[in-house]
């Protein structure tokens, strides 16, 4: 009872909800939508022909000619006709359009003829001689194939049409907008206006007719395509349902044994027209059997092609034997690859043939025809083998694809990964030998820039493995740094030789011509690179003398102060003290002087300079001099070379002396001032031994001059002024400025006193 009337309830409420709904949609049917809600419609735009008005000729009357329908075209092309007959009956006479009028009528009937070629077309069938049976052999299924591959030729030749007609398209339109421009360019009262129109319609119904050209093509290459598709699912449903025929194998048998008959046939004939080459002296005869010798081998190439396609057919005849053993694939690896080399190189003869012929005959019109018509069969039988070399891929694959269904795909494996291989190698050297330009007639392909690079790579592997090895040899101290440096510098100038040799052999030039490149290089090198070579040359002479090695200490004439880091083909790169790279060329070392301080003796002897004040005790500073030197860790003593210290002189003010050390160049940086490191010991040992270092001191001598000018001021009061008194005489200037010009003013001898003489003196 509660559940009827819950339900009772809800279909109240439902009903309650349904009216106002319904009141909604009405409302929403009565108010019509906004524009931009409205749905695009969906009715063609309606066509609307356009009849040319000729007293003012449009360019663009034609524009939907190619969205119209075929009975609209029709109409639309009476129309326009109509009008143009009614236009040009009435044509001036002495204007002269009657040869063009007569070109457009033509065009006129082009179209229409363009029409029923296209009917009839339709009713032609495209394959009419291929046949698919229901269980068919191996023969009827070579027999479908090679009538697929004819219609797949006609097909080809057919979309060459197409792309031939669609540039006539572009160079018809182009015409067109000249001719439009032209008209437009003219005024109407001119005489040349009619001409200009009519040469503008011509253009325009020319353009329309290649327009319906176009479009007959591409209706049948639509149509071919689509029975080429139909036959090609055809083939592989009858490679499915082949069937074993014991009378296809006798037949594929004795016509396997005929081709090789031919094949010996042939290669007797080859051999007599060779021998007759060799005994005629007659040139016409020799060139008649050497094209004959040429026709001999291109049929011998189709012969072998077809031996091929039997084979193929005979190995999948036998396979789908009822009660035969497995059978394995008939793989031939190379057959498909000489056969396209054979091929090219027959075309490349028979061009040579070919203009031997021309330029032997001349303009003799008889002769040449009686040559061309063998060059023609030439010709025509490389065509052939062309399209043999196409049955014998499609024959390998059908054979992979029988086995695979008749034996398994395990035990069709290795075959098939071989064959997969096989394709892939066939595709890589089609894809190598692509030609990408020429030196001195030498094509340059993919290969050769790969074979190029290969060789650049070898060679620097080549000298990095030199140089591990060789440094691995110093490591273990089986030769010096030196030696190594020097043997890897020269071999790898040995490599650098010869990878440049052999990359202009692989580029086509002949070596015996480098005789020509070494006198070229050599004028070269008498103007623009004497700098270079000199340098090169100079390089090689310190490697080979080796008066300078890496990690030596040279002073160059120049002033540069450094250790040698590398020793380059043009120039030596040195470290200086500040760890500033500079890169001298390699001829300043041979034709300036360089200082190398560690050539055959690293351990050098320095001398450095200093003074102590007088008085000081000389074997005191001697053995401070001594210990400063032995703190120094590059300071090199043994019972030959030692430590010693000088006493050089007396100066003005010290006692001058010199520290004699010997040093090891070797364990001296670059970076360092030797001078320093002694001078900052000395110091420190003087300072803690006591021993003073003297500021210079000089003696000063003063003087007046001038007569009656006393010695003193007159509020003097020393000695000196009494004995002027006493004596009352002017002193007399003597000489120019010494202290021997100055008179002995005292009996008692020099003063002592700072202000009492005429000479004061102070330290």
């Not at 000395?682 to 000089?698: A, N, S, V």
Request: glycine content about 6%; charged content about 25%.
């Amino acid at each position: 009872m509660v559940a009827s009337d819950a339900h009772s309830k809800q279909s109240s409420l439902a009903g309650f909800w349904r009216l106002p709904l319904l009141c909604l949609c009405f409302l929403a049917l009565l108010i019509p939508p906004p524009a931009s809600a409205q749905l695009p419609s969906t009715k063609p735009k309606e066509f609307s022909p356009v009849v040319p008005d000729f007293n003012a000729l449009a360019a663009d009357w034609w524009t939907q000619w190619p969205e119209a329908t075929q009975e609209q075209k029709q109409q639309w092309l009476t129309d326009v006709e109509g009008a143009w007959k009614e236009w040009s009956n009435n044509l001036p006479e002495e204007a002269k359009l009657d040869e063009r009028v007569k070109q457009v009528n033509q065009r006129f009937a082009g179209i229409r003829k363009t029409w029923e070629k296209s009917e009839n077309l339709k009713t032609v069938q495209i394959l009419p001689d291929v046949q698919f049976p229901a269980e068919p052999t191996v023969l009827q299924w070579a027999e479908s194939d090679a009538a697929v591959a004819r219609g797949q030729q006609r097909y080809l030749g057919l979309q060459l049409e197409k792309n031939q007609l669609d540039d006539g398209v572009a160079l018809s339109l182009s015409r067109l907008r000249e001719r439009v421009v032209a008209l437009r360019d003219i005024n109407r009262n001119d005489p040349k206006y009619l001409s200009a129109t009519l040469n503008v319609f011509l253009a325009q119904i020319t353009h329309l007719q290649v327009l319906e050209e176009q479009r007959l093509l591409k209706e049948q290459l639509a149509a071919w395509n689509e029975e080429l598709t139909f036959a090609r699912t055809e083939l592989e449903r009858m490679l499915k349902q082949l069937q074993y025929s014991s009378a296809v194998a006798e037949k594929l048998a004795a016509a396997r044994t005929e081709e090789k008959t031919n094949l010996q046939e042939l290669a007797r004939e080859r051999s007599d027209s060779q021998h007759l080459i060799f005994e005629s002296s007659d040139a016409a005869v020799t060139l008649e059997q050497q094209i004959k010798m040429l026709v001999f081998s291109v049929d011998a190439l189709e012969n072998r092609l077809q031996i091929r396609k039997q084979e193929l057919l005979q190995a999948i005849n036998s396979v789908l034997a009822p009660d035969g053993e497995d059978e394995k694939l008939s793989i031939d690896k190379d057959l498909v690859e000489n056969a396209e080399k054979a091929q090219a190189n027959l075309s490349r003869q028979l061009n040579v043939r070919q203009r031997q012929i021309v330029a032997w005959v001349g303009e003799d019109a008889e002769g040449m025809q009686k040559w061309w018509r063998q060059f023609e069969k030439i010709d025509s039988a490389l065509g052939r083998t062309n399209d043999l070399i196409d049955d014998v891929k499609r024959y390998e694959s059908a054979q992979l694809y029988v086995y695979q269904r008749q034996q398994g795909w395990w035990k069709t494996l290795g075959e098939r990964f071989v064959h997969q291989l096989k394709e892939i190698r066939t595709g890589w050297r089609n894809l190598a030998n692509y030609k990408l330009f020429a030196i001195s007639e030498q094509a340059i392909t993919l290969k050769d820039i790969a074979q190029m690079a290969l060789v650049i790579i070898g060679a620097w592997a080549c000298s990095r493995l030199l140089n591990i090895i060789l440094r691995r040899m110093v490591h273990k101290s089986r030769t010096t740094e030196q030696s190594a440096y020097t043997l890897w510098r020269i071999l790898n100038y040995c490599i650098v030789l010869i990878t440049f040799i052999i990359i202009l052999t692989m580029v086509g030039l002949d070596t015996s011509k480098l005789t020509l490149i070494a006198g070229a290089l050599s004028v070269g090198i008498g103007f623009g690179m004497q700098a270079i070579f000199s340098n090169f040359i100079s390089g090689i002479i310190l490697l080979f003398e080796q008066p300078l090695r890496v990690g030596d200490l040279v002073e160059l004439e120049s002033g540069v102060f450094g250790r040698i880091r590398d020793i380059n083909v043009r120039s030596t790169r040195i470290t200086t003290r500040d760890n500033v790279d500079i890169l001298v060329p390699n001829s300043e070392f041979v034709t300036g002087r360089v200082t190398n301080h560690t050539l055959e003796d690293p351990v050098r002897r320095i001398h450095v300079i200093f003074g102590v004040a007088y008085g000081t005790d000389p074997e005191l500073v001697r053995e401070a001099a001594m210990a400063a030197a032995e703190r120094v860790p590059v300071t090199f003593t043994n019972w030959q070379r030692k430590t010693e210290v000088w006493l050089t002189g007396f100066g003005d003010s010290a006692l001058d002396f010199k520290l004699v050390v010997w040093v090891n160049s070797n364990a001296v940086s670059s970076l360092g001032d030797l001078t320093a490191l002694y001078n900052i010991e000395l110091l420190r040992e003087f300072k803690d031994r006591g021993i003073e270092i003297p500021f210079p001191q000089r003696d000063l001598h003063v003087r007046s001059w001038g007569e009656g000018v006393p010695l003193v001021p007159p509020d003097g009061g020393d000695g000196l002024s009494e004995v002027s008194a006493h004596t009352q005489k002017p002193i007399e200037r003597r000489g120019s400025a010494g202290s021997e010009d100055w008179p002995d003013i005292s009996d008692d001898g020099p003063n002592d006193g700072g202000d009492d003489g005429g000479s004061p003196s102070g330290h």
